[in-house]
Structure formats: C-alpha cells, structure tokens
C-alpha cells in the first residue's frame, strides 16, 4: 500500500457533466501528478502539481485542470464530459529530488461517461 | 502519445518458468522505471535504472538497460501464480513526468 488514497474509487456520468476528483497524497510527499489510463492502454500524463503550481502539463485540453491544496493534497477536475473520457484516473505522488524519480500511485478512479 | 512500446504485448508461462518482458524507446532518458498493474488497480514501482547504468537487481526481478538500442529488459524468474498482471516500463525525460508504454500481459499458469 502506497498511501496515496483516491476517490470516488467509481462514477458514472454523461456527456457535458463535470466531474471532481480527488487525492491525498503520501505524506511528506510535495508532487502530484494526474494519469489518464484508457482500457487496454498504459497510463498518460495528464499534469503534475508541485507547490501548488502546476509543474508541466501532457498533451489534455484546458478542460482537464487541476488544483493541489497546501496539505499537498489535489482535485483533478473535467469539464464537457466526452465519451472518450472513461478511463481510470490515476494520481502519483512523490518527493522532487534529484535522486529518485518512482511515483507512488493510488488505486486510481474509475469514470464510465454515457 | 506512448513513448516506450513493451513485447510482447501479452506473455503465457508456467509456474515456476522465466519471464522476460522488452521494451522500447524514442527519446534520451534520465532514467528508465517498471511498473507493475494488477487488474483494474494502481501501478506499484518494481524497479529503477538509470541512464547510466547497465544492469539491476531486486529479488526475482532483473533489469537492463542499452541506452544506444534505447531498449530495456525485465527479466521475472521463477515465475509465481502471484506475478501474474500487466508490466509497464516507463520512462523519465523531466523530473517525475513519466511516458509509459502499453504494457505486457502476464499470466502465469499454475
């Protein structure tokens, strides 16, 4: 077990909804990062907070954004609901240092769009 | 887009066998990492290699890395019913922003 706690675990919506997710993140971990993963498919990156800054982003439309509070924990928010967004969500958190770069994920977050 | 690409794509064995997993990459690397998926759930960090290294160990697992193929191996020996998940490489270009491939599939058969 990891630490880093995801929920809901699992939703459904439809098209054009908005959807929160959220994240607490491993203590004493100051980085947060955001990963699509589509079925079938290996996990993409969506953003990364760290600081509470957004800290690189992948190749997502502005409708995918993201917040991380001062506990370090963050939503990733969804707006204009796809059909292409069903996925698993994943969030990783980790310690920006030079020496490591392994992510700890949670169990992620199931989103079925209708 | 995936930068890394694994092959197989999915991989068959029997207890107790090897399993050897290749992945592939575009781009220079600061360092190459494998993941390990369980059904539906979160990735768990296997193991870490960087650019400059050659070779790894950690328990059963086996890593390589050739910078100038741009390929890297995951080696499993004897192979459990508990190994079975799919396996992906990952790789590093800036701090902690990994590109993941699209991952083996690993059934081991009891």
């Known amino acids: 077990e990891t630490g880093v706690t995801q929920s809901p675990t699992h939703l459904i919506k439809t098209r054009g909804q908005q959807v929160t997710l959220r994240c607490s993140s491993q203590s004493g971990h100051n980085t947060v990062s955001w990963y699509q993963q589509a079925l079938g498919q290996g996990p993409q990156f969506i953003f990364q907070y760290y600081r509470e800054e957004e800290n690189g982003r992948g190749n997502f439309p502005p409708r995918f954004s993201g917040l991380q509070f001062p506990n370090y924990s963050s939503e990733l928010n969804v707006n204009a609901l796809e059909l292409d967004d069903s996925a698993l969500y994943l969030c990783?958190?980790?310690?920006?240092?030079?020496?490591?770069?392994?992510?700890?994920f949670g169990e992620g977050s199931r989103l079925t769009v209708l | 887009s995936q930068q890394g690409e694994e092959d197989p794509q999915a991989l068959s064995i029997q207890e107790g066998e090897n399993a050897t997993m290749n992945c592939s990459y575009k781009?220079?690397?600061?360092?190459l990492q494998w993941y390990r998926q369980n059904s539906g759930r979160g990735l768990v960090h296997l193991i870490l290699?960087?650019?400059?290294?050659r070779e790894k160990h950690s328990g059963r697992l086996r890593v390589t890395l050739d910078t100038s193929k741009k390929s890297s191996s995951l080696l499993i020996t004897a192979s459990r019913a508990a190994d079975t998940a799919s396996y992906f490489c990952a790789t590093d270009r800036e701090a902690q922003k990994l590109v993941f491939g699209q991952g083996t599939r690993l059934t081991i058969n009891p």
């Open positions: 781009t220079s690397i600061n360092n």
């Open positions: 290699i960087r650019s400059n290294e």
């Open positions: 990783a958190s980790s310690l920006i240092v030079e020496s490591t770069g392994e992510l700890f």
